[in-house]
């Protein structure tokens, strides 16, 4: 069995930074790629940053050179150090990982963990 679990949202002021983290544990045989989406008050789902095995990052737009998205493939983690914060940025941010268990390949979420930035 497969667990993806985040921590370290939480609110902040704008401008300010916060720091997602999110590990995946159990019964893993790879980890393909792992990222972060995210969904504010009536949008949309929409993808933050993911990054490859191999460290190959991508961005939305909207958080370029401002959110950094890191992993550690010894503990199964991947981070996503957010600065200068906006009130836009407010989200539940969700962890994903593409896992092989065993034989096969599948997506697994962690629960989400809420993001507020006031003004």
């Known amino acids: 069995q497969v667990q993806v679990v985040e921590s370290g949202g939480g609110s902040v002021q704008a401008g300010g930074s916060l720091r997602l983290s999110c590990a995946a544990s159990g019964s893993i045989f790879s980890i393909n790629a792992m990222g972060w989406y995210r969904q504010g008050p009536g949008k949309q789902r929409e993808l933050v940053a993911s990054?490859?095995?191999?460290?190959?990052?991508n961005y939305a737009d909207s958080v370029k050179g401002r959110f950094t998205i890191s992993r550690s493939n010894a503990k199964n983690t991947v981070f996503l150090q957010m600065n200068s914060l906006k009130p836009e940025d407010t989200a539940f941010y969700y962890c994903y990982a593409q896992i092989q268990p065993g034989t096969g390949l599948a997506t697994y979420w962690g629960q989400g963990t809420q993001v507020t930035v006031s003004s």
């Open positions: 990054i490859t095995s191999s460290g190959s990052t």
